[in-house]
């Protein structure tokens, strides 16, 4: 099982980029998807979920309105778009994959920020905003 994030690079404050998660050995439909990002010397942080089961989907409170988090499951991709970027979006973006498959409601929002629940992780790609 591999995941490999991609799409990132560097964007000035207010701009977009898309970052795509694709999988190979599991089907990224049939699992519950992560968008985390991490900051040197910090913990991963939990930013865009969605349920395998419904789709349904959460945001890190900062993000909701500019991030978007969709799959597409003729590719085996998800993707999170990102808009309205600001200094503070800069890390290193991971997607993971949790193979359980309950409607998004079935855990607390809780849950899916916890790197801990999942199960497969992939490599990171690197996103710098400026100022």
């Known amino acids: 099982v591999q995941l490999q994030a991609s799409g990132g690079g560097s964007a000035q404050t207010g701009g977009s980029l898309r970052l795509s998660c694709a999988a190979s050995g599991l089907r990224l439909d049939q699992y519950s998807i992560g968008w985390f990002r991490q900051v040197s010397g910090k913990e991963r942080e939990g930013v865009s979920c969605m349920s395998g089961s419904d789709d349904g989907t959460h945001y890190l409170e900062s993000m909701k309105g500019r991030f978007t988090i969709s799959k597409d499951n003729g590719k085996n991709t998800v993707d999170l778009q990102m808009n309205s970027l600001k200094p503070e979006d800069t890390g290193v973006y991971y997607c993971?994959?949790?193979?359980?498959?309950?409607?998004?409601?079935?855990?607390?929002?809780?849950?899916?920020?916890?790197?801990?629940?999942?199960?497969?992780w992939g490599r990171g790609t690197q996103v710098t905003v400026s100022s």
């Open positions: 993971t994959a949790d193979q359980q498959r309950e409607p998004i409601e079935r855990y607390a929002e809780s849950y899916y920020w916890r790197s801990a629940n999942y199960d497969y």
